[in-house]
């Protein structure tokens, strides 16, 4: 499964030996008033960013798929034998074993090509698990967040200025309490295969439960009850006020239209996420 974002707490640092790389671009962010010691240092080197806190505290957040690109994009494949070696080097430059990496946050997910506008995607992104979908950017991201985590899906493709259609379906754990029950604890841990596939699994659990208006079903086909229907089913407002037995009912009878007068498209991204994972697992 590729990995994007980490943060982690870093264990048996060699601080001054850290602090005097001179790869590494440095700025203070905050002194003590009284004594005017250093209390928070950041050391940046391509997309990583290091934050050494009073001396003793360190902690690493970016993104390693962008720092596998040298810092500069993430929107192209990233397999598991590119994962490994990201994580190598990663090690080799902080001079700790990936075990010393303890993982706070992680963010995984699938870059998909489609074969239209990724707007008919996000546009179309209702709820996920009782909780709207927001749009907190000008560009086509749209977020659902959990207290664990969030579910994020956007136009990757967009993001970058590409010519490509390319969706991102991503989760984002704001807390590893999930993903400590499968094994996830360290940036070595992420060296088992096996452990990418529950990754997988998780994955698309959580996009099961998205609820998307297929854009692809065929209007004119549906009876005048169906076309009503249809209407009300692209309004956030009219998912949210449902009861979950009202919702539920609902829903069946929205994956029956897009089955019967559309493309099946959420069952097509579900399958596309399982396709291109399995294509990134060399």
Same mark, same amino acid.
């Given at each position: 499964?590729?990995?994007?974002?980490?943060?982690?707490?870093?264990?048996?640092?060699?601080?001054?030996?850290?602090?005097?790389?001179?790869?590494?671009?440095?700025?203070?962010?905050?002194?003590?008033?009284?004594?005017?010691?250093?209390?928070?240092?950041?050391?940046?080197?391509?997309?990583?960013?290091?934050?050494?806190?009073?001396?003793?505290?360190?902690?690493?957040?970016?993104?390693?798929?962008?720092?596998?690109?040298?810092?500069?994009?993430?929107?192209?494949?990233?397999?598991?034998?590119?994962?490994?070696?990201?994580?190598?080097?990663?090690?080799?430059?902080?001079?700790?074993?990936?075990?010393?990496?303890?993982?706070?946050?992680?963010?995984?997910?699938?870059?998909?090509?489609?074969?239209?506008?990724?707007?008919?995607?996000?546009?179309?992104?209702?709820?996920?698990?009782?909780?709207?979908?927001?749009?907190?950017?000008?560009?086509?991201?749209?977020?659902?967040?959990?207290?664990?985590?969030?579910?994020?899906?956007?136009?990757?493709?967009?993001?970058?200025?590409?010519?490509?259609?390319?969706?991102?379906?991503?989760?984002?754990?704001?807390?590893?309490?999930?993903?400590? =029950?499968?094994? !996830?604890? #360290? &940036?070595?841990?992420?060296?088992?295969?096996?452990? /990418? %596939? +529950?990754?997988?699994?998780?994955?698309?659990?959580?996009?099961?439960?998205?609820?998307?208006?297929?854009?692809?079903?065929?209007?004119?086909?549906?009876?005048?009850?169906?076309?009503?229907?249809?209407?009300?089913?692209?309004?956030?407002?009219?998912?949210?006020?449902?009861?979950?037995?009202?919702?539920?009912?609902? =829903?069946?009878? !929205?994956? #029956? &239209?897009?089955?019967?007068?559309?493309?099946?498209? /959420? %069952? +097509?991204?579900?399958?596309?996420?399982?396709?291109?994972?399995?294509?990134?697992?060399?």
């Amino acid at each position: 499964m590729p990995v994007d974002f980490i943060k982690a707490r870093l264990f048996n640092v060699d601080i001054p030996k850290l602090i005097s790389d001179k790869r590494f671009k440095q700025s203070v962010t905050y002194k003590e008033d009284d004594y005017g010691e250093c209390s928070r240092l950041i050391l940046e080197y391509k997309n990583l960013t290091i934050t050494i806190i009073k001396n003793k505290i360190v902690i690493l957040t970016g993104s390693i798929h962008y720092f596998y690109n040298d810092g500069i994009h993430n929107y192209n494949n990233f397999t598991f034998t590119n994962l490994i070696n990201t994580l190598d080097e990663v090690a080799n430059l902080l001079e700790i074993e990936l075990y010393q990496f303890r993982l706070q946050n992680i963010e995984f997910g699938i870059n998909l090509k489609l074969p239209y506008n990724v707007t008919n995607i996000t546009n179309n992104l209702l709820i996920h698990n009782q909780k709207e979908f927001l749009k907190p950017y000008h560009f086509d991201y749209k977020v659902t967040k959990h207290q664990r985590y969030w579910v994020k899906v956007y136009n990757k493709g967009k993001h970058f200025n590409r010519p490509d259609n390319i969706l991102r379906v991503e989760l984002k754990y704001k807390k590893m309490i999930d993903l400590n =029950k499968i094994g !996830l604890y #360290t &940036l070595e841990d992420l060296k088992n295969k096996d452990l /990418h %596939h +529950q990754l997988l699994a998780i994955l698309l659990d959580k996009w099961s439960k998205v609820l998307l208006y297929d854009f692809t079903i065929d209007k004119s086909q549906l009876r005048p009850l169906y076309k009503s229907k249809s209407l009300e089913y692209q309004n956030q407002n009219y998912w949210l006020n449902l009861t979950s037995v009202e919702r539920t009912r609902q =829903k069946k009878l !929205l994956q #029956t &239209l897009s089955l019967e007068y559309g493309a099946n498209t /959420h %069952h +097509q991204i579900s399958t596309l996420i399982e396709h291109q994972y399995k294509s990134l697992m060399i």
